[in-house]
């Protein structure tokens, strides 16, 4: 069955860095789109960052320049490398596949039904 194992969360001042990382199996990863999405409490879900297959990338504004996404079909994982962190990135974050073309689309629309997300808080 589809697994997605996030880790690489933890706790960082604010300006510091951290890199993601997200073990896929059950689906052949190299064909998917993948994106990283956050749920931050009180907060809308957030999709951050997503890259298609052919590793055309997509950032919200609230990430872009800070965050790179990026992927290694060779090992089936996903990674998200978030520089510059705020306070507001303090959230949940979780890996999630994604439908459709990533190409001039407003939000991509990723989901996981699967992973438990990985926590980042960042401290000022």
């Known amino acids: 069955q589809v697994q997605l194992v996030e880790s690489g969360g933890g706790l960082v001042q604010a300006g510091g860095s951290l890199r993601l990382a997200c073990a896929a199996s059950?689906?052949?990863?190299?064909?998917?789109?993948m994106g990283w999405y956050r749920q931050a409490p009180g907060k809308v879900r957030e999709v951050v960052a997503a890259?298609?297959?052919?590793?055309?990338?997509w950032y919200s504004d609230s990430v872009k320049g800070r965050f790179t996404i990026s992927r290694d079909n060779a090992k089936d994982t996903l990674y998200l490398r978030m520089n510059s962190l705020k306070d507001e990135d303090t959230a949940l974050y979780f890996c999630?596949?994604?439908?459709?073309?990533?190409?001039?689309?407003?939000?991509?629309?990723?989901?996981?039904?699967w992973g438990q997300g990985t926590q980042v808080t960042v401290s000022s």
């Open positions: 890259v298609s297959s052919g590793d055309y990338t």
């Open positions: 999630a596949r994604c439908v459709g073309s990533l190409v001039g689309v407003s939000t991509p629309y990723c989901f996981n039904s």
């Open positions: 059950g689906f052949t990863f190299s064909s998917t789109p």
